[in-house]
């Protein structure tokens, strides 16, 4: 059996493994490239090539400066102007939705576009009357438009980068993309405002993600009477009262006034029995009793705000997470009281239930003796947030909600912003202006993200999105396949045959409707990497421009719009939306039509045959 004929037929078992979507994508990828080598198609190099390449690098990269953006409380800020602007206009609040995703990914990526602004849309649909369902597939369609603004805003942007280097020596700017993506953003926001009401469905999910966004105010009103706030007090450098016992300055307000801790700035607990100047005092009762102490004690409340970063409960520096008594745990028989400092040294209980209410054994917020701990019994802890990220990961106890999550969701531009911001900045410059190849200028993103402790180590490994690693890797030397057997040329010819061989636009329609049917059923990623040789060939076999036919191709591998298996980012969107299989062909297919005009006919306008 001849090279060719072996190479279709692997190609053939590759599309229909990735259609039956039983066998992970991963073991498809790694299998298929295994296999290329059994048939001694590729050598033993040439079949792990694709785990050394610039693009997985890249890529890579590109996950780490993702998270670095997410953790930076970027996306909450932006999610907080979502709120803001949006109003009660439908077109005006899917016309934002759309934008801010579009920018989003063309930041970090379809999926991590959608995966950050998820929750928001949906909690957002709750809080207007709205279905999701209405919101959310706009939402996932401007990611994939979105995906064409830059060239960071896809994997498959970085493939057609490399193609065009390696086929005409010349690159696509990271801006050109935005030629096509454009038109296609403004044609799907249009679609989505006019034609989405009666096409997408009105039903409501089974389930929502959960809502963290006033989560310092739930807190408040779960462990304290509804007239009390939770304040820090800060002693000025200037305070008569530095050096005194703290046991000194309470007794004419106890009762009014409860004292919980004595942090520092960043909320870290201090073991002190005497004020300081720079102490901060965690205090709670009602507003008007805690002014007047401060008044009276020359001291400052800290200005907080009635939105997430509130209560003296969370800030950029410190914040809460609560923990259920496991079973069997330690702490089972242990003294624990409102103010005391763990074990650790670095966090203190705020607060102590019992079965949701607070022990009555003790009358006041004071230091002393308290209760005996039991299982199931909870506790409200406060520290900075890197302490609650090491010390709530413990066998003795559950965590409720991740003091991670709280942050990214209640912190918007966190203390990381402003290096985060200035990083990416940096990474699109080095990108715009080629001083270096974009997988170095990814890679030194990644490296300054961590190193200006934007992401710690952790985060930036857990940050890899390892199927879409692998499967890049693994299906490199199937498409690097397609071409040394000469698959390619035939399949080019096969398809220059069909379509007369006459009108070049009849050649662009065949590269944009093959890639786009496989879009549908395989990854896009996986989808490219198969018709670049294909239409590489098709190029120079019809005398038309590389950069002609790799535009088209990077136009239809971005309409993967028909299937809910057709991107991760579709499948996200439809549980939480309530979406069934046969609801995405409905408003996808209007979609199509656009991506087929700007494919076919757009492209060749702004990159000439």
């Keep these: 059996m001849s090279d060719i004929a072996v190479m279709l037929l692997i190609l053939t078992i590759t599309i229909v493994i990735f259609v039956w979507n039983k066998i992970p994508v991963e073991i498809v990828a790694l299998g298929i490239a295994l296999l290329l080598f059994t048939t001694g198609i590729i050598d033993v190099n040439e079949t792990f090539s694709g785990f050394g390449s610039q693009t997985v690098i890249l890529i890579a990269a590109l996950f780490v400066v993702t998270e670095a953006i997410d953790a930076a409380g970027i996306t909450t800020w932006m999610g907080g102007l979502l709120v803001r602007f949006a109003g009660d206009s439908r077109p005006r609040l899917i016309a934002l939705i759309m934008a801010f995703t579009a920018f989003l990914t063309a930041i970090i990526s379809v999926n991590g576009a959608v995966a950050a602004l998820l929750p928001m849309v949906v909690v957002l649909a709750v809080r207007l009357g709205r279905e999701p369902g209405q919101l959310l597939m706009p939402m996932a369609f401007a990611a994939h438009a979105g995906s064409l603004l830059v060239l960071t805003g896809s994997p498959v942007n970085i493939l057609i980068l490399e193609a065009a280097l390696d086929a005409t020596g010349r690159g696509i700017g990271f801006f050109e993309f935005a030629l096509v993506g454009l038109p296609l953003l403004a044609g799907t926001m249009v679609a989505a405002i006019y034609v989405g009401p009666k096409l997408l469905p009105r039903r409501l999910p089974d389930s929502t993600p959960k809502d963290l966004s006033d989560h310092p105010r739930v807190i408040l009103s779960h462990y304290w009477p509804e007239e009390h706030e939770l304040l820090r007090l800060h002693v000025p450098a200037d305070s008569p009262h530095a050096g005194e016992p703290i046991a000194g300055v309470l007794p004419g307000v106890r009762g009014e006034v409860h004292l919980l801790t004595v942090q520092d700035a960043d909320g870290r607990p201090l073991a002190t029995e005497t004020l300081e100047s720079g102490n901060y005092l965690v205090v709670r009762g009602a507003p008007l009793a805690i002014s007047a102490f401060a008044k009276e004690h020359d001291m400052v409340v800290e200005a907080t705000r009635t939105g997430s970063v509130a209560c003296g409960l969370v800030s950029k520096s410190f914040g809460v997470a609560e923990v259920l008594v496991a079973p069997r745990s330690n702490l089972i028989g242990t003294d624990i009281y409102p103010g005391m400092v763990t074990a650790s040294g670095a966090l203190v209980v ?109 985060q930036a490994h857990r940050s890899m999105a390892w199927q879409t690693l692998i499967l890049v890797a693994g299906m490199i030397p199937l498409s690097a396949a397609i071409t040394k057997t000469g698959t390619a040329q035939m399949l080019a010819d096969g398809i220059i045959t069909l379509t007369g061989g006459g009108s070049r636009y009849l050649l662009l329609f065949g590269i944009f409707l093959v890639t786009a049917v496989l879009g549908q059923l395989i990854s896009n990623t996986a ?40 991107t991760p980012a579709n499948m996200m969107i439809m549980r939480p939306a309530g979406y069934k299989f046969g609801d995405y062909w409905k408003f996808g297919g209007v979609a199509m039509v656009l991506y087929l005009a700007v494919g076919v006919f757009l492209v060749p306008v702004i990159w000439p045959f």
Aim: aromatic residues 0%.
């Design 527 to 566: 989808t490219a990497l198969i018709i670049i040789p294909i239409a590489l060939s098709i190029a120079t076999e019809a005398g038309l421009s590389p950069l002609t036919v790799l535009m088209c191709v990077s136009v239809a591998s971005a309409a993967a719009l028909l299937t809910p298996i057709a």
């Design 350 to 458: 705020l607060a102590h239930q019992r079965a949701g209410q607070a022990p009555t054994s003790r009358a006041a917020d004071t230091v002393g003796p308290g209760t005996r701990i039991k299982a199931g019994d909870t506790l409200l802890l406060q520290g900075s947030w890197q302490a609650l990220d090491k010390h709530t990961l413990d066998q003795n106890v559950l965590l409720v909600d991740s003091p991670d999550a709280i942050r990214r969701q209640t912190v918007p531009l966190g203390p990381g912003a402003v290096p985060a911001l200035t990083v990416l900045l940096a990474m699109v410059v080095l990108m715009t202006t080629n001083v270096v190849p974009a997988a170095v200028a990814a890679l030194l993103a990644a490296m300054a993200m961590v190193l200006c402790r934007v992401v710690t180590m952790g």
